[in-house]
């Protein structure tokens, strides 16, 4: 109340801001629908938007070692804001093309969730098929298995049990180290039904650990993506597009993680 009397509403800017239409806005407050007022930016190349911004050659300036035209100084910083616009502008971009990276794993990962809340039947012989994946991971990673990595592989993985087969298995062929582990894997899931004594409850049972194992190893992805966008960021100054970076950091990263998850569904069932 009294504003109009007075004259009206002074918006005083103090240096350039972020983009064009956030000026307008702040200059938009006076002489509203016909009432007084004024705005008024003042402006210098000493500014933090134009220091960001700037041309190569502002440090000579702003030393004071040149002299820099009014013309000149005002092309300056509306070049400088501009170029702010346009960063902000292409950094949204990414954000959307981040996003659609992040959306399309999701989609693969609750659709893999939804099936298994939905009561879908795990049949066993799944589980030995992933296990038998996982087999022939440790296989290809250890090239002639002695007898400590085969122990370690099955209590890590398959039984807290070792037995004397394995003592004669460990310098034996890959196909029948791989036999052997599979029938080790055999033996613990039928344990495991003779626990439980109930063909629904075993269903139950795989469904919930296959759905640990899933959500784990999600949580730790969607951790591991966020980490990844501000990473590579800094990669766009070694002349690398930081998208192209992106997706194909995070396509070996979902490689590594469905692999987790399907070590985890074999140990955790077993």
Not at 38 to 63: A, C, M, T
Not at 154 to 182: F, H, M, P, Q, T
Not at 228 to 243: E, I
């Amino acid at each position: 109340e009294g504003v109009k009397e007075l004259g009206g509403l002074a918006v005083i800017g103090i240096g350039r801001m972020e983009n064009t239409r956030q000026e307008r806005q702040a200059r938009g407050r006076a002489g509203r629908q016909g009432d007084p007022g004024v705005s008024r930016f003042y402006v210098s190349i000493h500014d933090e938007i134009v220091k960001n911004n700037g041309p190569s050659n502002l440090d000579q300036y702003l030393e004071g070692k040149k002299h820099m035209s009014r013309r000149k100084c005002k092309r300056v910083i509306d070049g400088a804001q501009k170029m702010n616009e346009e960063f902000a502008v292409m950094s949204r971009r990414h954000a959307v093309d981040y996003d659609q990276v992040l959306k399309k794993q999701r989609e693969i990962m609750y659709r893999m969730r939804n099936k298994l809340l939905d009561g879908e039947t795990v049949e066993q012989s799944k589980i030995i098929e992933i296990a038998g994946h996982n087999i022939d991971r440790f296989l290809a990673d250890n090239r002639g298995v002695s007898q400590a990595q085969l122990n370690r592989y099955i209590l890590d993985n398959i039984s807290y049990r070792l037995d004397d087969r394995g003592k004669e298995i460990a310098s034996k062929k890959r196909e029948e180290v791989k036999a052997y582990l599979l029938d080790r894997t055999r033996e613990a899931l039928h344990e495991q039904e003779e626990r439980l004594n109930n063909d629904d409850k075993m269903n139950e049972f795989m469904r919930n650990v296959m759905l640990t194992a899933i959500d784990d190893a999600w949580v730790e992805q969607v951790d591991y993506l966020q980490q990844l966008q501000a990473a590579v960021k800094g990669r766009s100054t070694a002349q690398r597009n930081p998208v192209y970076e992106y997706q194909k950091e995070a396509l070996i990263s979902y490689g590594d993680m469905k692999e987790t998850i399907m070590k985890n569904i074999v140990r955790n069932v077993l």
